[in-house]
């Protein structure tokens, strides 16, 4: 198949969808995208901003376009998450810059890992998080660095580009695609063709909203592709033949919504196009009036499944796709890949918890070490889609004496539930949306959890956001933590969340409740915790999981 192109005129109608015709921008994301394309910042930043420093930056490409190359302005220190509304841009951030390096598939060497943890440490003031979707993420980053530090990711074969803004971001896939044996198949190869041939394409650098895509033929389905804009998901169809079903329109935030299976059989050497077609009917009818509305979720609403595969099929492939089966249900109750798992080659993987994330540049350089010294081949790492890692490649004879190694800088193979289902977005520590504090707050919750709940060793995520954008997927967590500004019992305003319960993926996903009443302040979660916690405990039937 060649590249997808549109192939019909439809009506028109309102909401920006420029197949429909709508080509003028409708608001200010809209005309700062068509002012200037995204990916042109990168030349601005090394012949123009590196050299005139943070004051220097138009203001276009300050607050819009250097996303598209993985920087955003970070938050200011010091200000409440109450300020957050009311502060206008510029007093709401510094001079520095977060920044994300993408690891598509969150592959990495052990030469990688050292050049990012080296960054962290010369550029970043030795912070980084490990994120949810396989990111590494800096603070602290002046714009005059920005060169040196591509620079260097290059030499690893990474990339800041298109690691944020309109464009398709990071590629999600299993961390232990190609080294387990039981996987459905190993989507490695169509994921990095993918990534080599459209990252940075100008053809979709103007995409309505974030494009979110995951290929895996993971068993326990690690990349989430519930909760993706787009996925292609292991399956074997009738002929034993291994491929992906299509999955699209999945998407958190505000107006949570679940991905539809499109119901084809996409054949590995077809999952390049198939994935372009998608990203072209996002582009192409995808909403631009409203950001709010513009995720792929919304149009998949309105059109369904069914329409989505015929304007696929008819305008975009000019071919039918066959059907195809669903995928099996995750295998396993967690998707985090900790712990050891056996790889097929007769060696382990061993995959450990930060703490939700959060870790030193000079950290990662020691673990970029110890997996050269424990692992087989040089050192393989990778990062999941739980903020976690994981070392490749330890023969048996090794792997206490690795376990052993991590837990001296307190990474954890065998972590507590707590410890081990506990993720925390950036929070108001350095993100310019954030309501309340979180990355803190997360790890003081699950060692307290620990202390108070030691025996408790049942699968538990625990999510804490710092506003209702839910990067840390507060909806999808058995307990979900949404910051927000709540009155404590003196009645002052104060860091708190509203809290959503028993939300979970897989067979049956849903999205958890959000309880009337359950709005809570940051110093009573523990609390919180324990009383649902103890409260399960007591009245649980034989055999049922908390996490169900
Ligand atoms: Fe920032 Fe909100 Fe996302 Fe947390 S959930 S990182 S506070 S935008």
Redesign the pocket.
């Known amino acids: 198949m060649s590249t997808p192109t549109r192939s019909s005129n439809r009506p028109v109608r309102g909401q920006g969808q420029w197949a429909l015709g709508y080509r003028e921008p409708l608001n200010p994301n809209e005309r700062m995208k068509k002012d200037s394309d995204g990916l042109d910042v990168r030349q601005r930043i090394l012949d123009i901003y590196a050299h005139t420093g943070f004051d220097g930056i138009d203001p276009g490409d300050l607050r819009g376009r250097m996303r598209w190359m993985g920087l955003y302005t970070q938050r200011a220190q010091g200000i409440p998450g109450g300020k957050t509304a009311v502060l206008e841009a510029e007093e709401l951030e510094d001079s520095y810059f977060m920044m994300r390096a993408r690891i598509d598939g969150g592959q990495l060497t052990s030469e990688a890992l050292r050049v990012l943890g080296g960054i962290s440490t010369e550029f970043g003031r030795d912070v980084a998080d490990v994120t949810d979707r396989q990111n590494v993420q800096y603070h602290w980053i002046r714009i005059e660095d920005v060169p040196e530090i591509w620079r260097r990711l290059e030499s690893v074969g990474l990339s800041t580009m298109e690691a944020c803004g309109d464009v398709p971001r990071v590629m999600l896939g299993c961390p232990l695609a190609g080294i387990l044996e039981d996987e459905v198949l190993d989507a490695s190869d169509v994921l990095a063709q993918t990534v080599a041939k459209y990252l940075g394409d100008p053809q979709f650098s103007n995409l309505p909203r974030k494009w979110k895509t995951s290929m895996s033929g993971c068993v326990d389905h690690c990349t989430e592709p519930e909760i993706d804009d787009v996925s292609f998901v292991g399956v074997v169809n009738a002929e034993g033949e291994a491929g992906y079903d299509l999955w699209v329109g999945g998407g958190l935030s505000t107006n949570p919504m679940f991905a539809k299976r499109i119901g084809v059989f996409v054949r590995p050497d077809q999952v390049s196009d198939v994935w372009a077609g998608c990203t072209a009917i996002f582009r192409d009818y995808g909403y631009r009036r409203s950001r709010n509305h513009a995720r792929i979720k919304f149009l998949m609403a309105d059109w369904g499944p069914e329409k989505f595969r015929q304007v696929l099929q008819d305008e975009y492939l000019h071919a039918a796709l066959p059907d195809g089966p669903a995928p099996a249900p995750a295998q396993h109750d967690q998707r985090d890949h900790v712990g050891v798992s056996k790889q097929k080659d007769g060696n382990n993987a061993l995959g450990f918890a930060l703490r939700t994330g959060r870790i030193s540049g000079s950290l990662l350089t020691r673990i970029a070490d110890l997996a050269e010294e424990y692992g087989t081949q040089g050192g393989r790492i990778r990062t999941t889609t739980q903020q976690k890692l994981v070392i490749l490649d330890v023969p048996d004879a090794r792997v206490e004496d690795l376990v052993d190694a991590l837990a001296e800088h307190d990474l954890l193979v065998r972590p507590s539930a707590f410890r081990r289902g506990t993720m925390a977005?950036?929070?108001?520590e350095f993100?310019k949306?954030?309501?309340?504090e979180?990355k803190q707050h997360a790890q003081e919750l699950y060692a307290e959890l620990e202390r108070r709940l030691p025996d408790f060793d049942e699968p538990i995520g625990i999510n804490v956001?710092?506003?209702?954008?839910?990067?840390?997927r507060f909806q999808t967590a058995d307990i979900g933590f949404k910051?927000m500004i709540v009155r404590n019992a003196e009645g002052e305003s104060v860091e708190g969340f509203q809290v959503h319960l028993g939300g979970h993926l897989g067979v049956d996903a849903s999205f958890g409740r959000k309880f009337r009443g359950h709005k809570i302040t940051k110093d009573e979660t523990a609390d919180y915790c324990e009383r649902v916690l103890r409260g399960y405990l007591d009245r649980r039937e034989p055999g049922e999981r908390f996490a169900a």
């Open positions: 977005c950036t929070g108001l993100c949306l954030a309501i309340v979180t956001n710092g506003c209702p954008n839910s990067c840390a910051g």
